[in-house]
Every structure is written in C-alpha cells, then in structure tokens.
C-alpha cells in the first residue's frame, strides 16, 4: 500500500474516524485527487514509525507563514499502539519541526469535547482552550512558548526512553 493510501486507511478506522470532526468516510479516488491538490508550502503530512513499523500520521495543514501558524494534527493508525509513548513523541517531534525549524509561533487544533485522549495529549503539549466553536467542538491554541515550557520534561524523558528502546 503507498503512503496515501496508508493514510486514508488509517484515518477511516473507526476508532480514528470517529474522534475526528470530520467523520465522513473517505473513497480511494477522492483521497488521491484531495492529496494530489495539496500544496506542500500550506500542508505537511508525516507518518511515523517505530522499528520499521508504521504507527500513525502527524500533520500540518493551513501553514501561514505571514502570521507564523498552522494547525496540528495526529492520529495513531495502528490501534495496537494506542497508549504508547510514539505517539506523544511523534507530536513532539512535529511541535519542534513546526516551531524551530519552520520557525512558526503558533498552532491551533478543533477538538472533539468528548475526545479525552486527544484532550489530554493536547493539554500535555501546553495546549489551551480558546472558545466552543460547536456545543461540542472545542478550538484551541499552543504558543511557541508554551509549547517549550510544557514539553520541557517530557522532551528530556522521550529523549532518554528512545535511547534506552534503541
Ligand atoms: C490522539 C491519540 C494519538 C492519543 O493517543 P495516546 O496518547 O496513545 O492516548 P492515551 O495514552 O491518552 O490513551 C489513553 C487510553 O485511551 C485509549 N484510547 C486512546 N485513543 C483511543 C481511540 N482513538 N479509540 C479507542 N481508545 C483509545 C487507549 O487505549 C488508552 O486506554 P486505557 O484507558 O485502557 O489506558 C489517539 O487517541 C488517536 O489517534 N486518536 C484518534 C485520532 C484523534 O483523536 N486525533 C486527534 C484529533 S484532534
């Protein structure tokens, strides 16, 4: 399978699908068209992987390099690694990407209310709430600074965990 099409499958499991503010099913020839009409300057799609294995998708999508944000996204693909440290690092992984490297400022994500985990992954990040944008949809936002001082810890743990799994 390509890496689109990995995508597209991970992202139509249920338990990805549904945790998505966008739950509609996405057909393989929609998903190419869609894929192949990004612009790499607006959008950035990752996998990650551990040990060969293909885990999950973190991304970027609405990059404004004018104002300095974007909007994060992950999903774990692979629901046997639900609850692993990966995914937390891949995040990490793309924050830095995003705010170093990019030299970005500043990110938004829209959030299911009712999607804990991503709530809680989010809110490690240094993430924080804005405003309801639907009864159930919750947008929110990460600074640069917050995100360096809310990953602080967690940077220097991964750092020595994944030394440690190597
Ligand atoms: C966001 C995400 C990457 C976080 O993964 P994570 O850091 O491994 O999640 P956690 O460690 O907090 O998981 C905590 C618990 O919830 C479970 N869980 C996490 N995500 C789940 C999901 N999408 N479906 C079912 N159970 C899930 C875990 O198995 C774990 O179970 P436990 O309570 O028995 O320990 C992952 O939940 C995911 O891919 N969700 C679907 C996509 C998504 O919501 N993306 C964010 C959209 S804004």
Redesign the pocket.
Known sequence: MDDIQLIRYWRNLD??RR??VMTDYIERNGHRKWFDSLNDDLVRYFIFSLDSKDI?CVNMTKINFIDKTFEG????GD?S????WV??WACVKLYNFAFFDLKLEKSF???LKD????L??NKSLGYKFIEDVEQNIGRFVLTRAEYVSASEKIQRYLRDFAKQSM
């Open positions: 338990h990805v945790r998505m999950g996204g992950v999903f774990c629901a690694y639900l609850n692993h995914n937390i994500a829209t959030i999607n804990k985990p991503a809680s992954l």
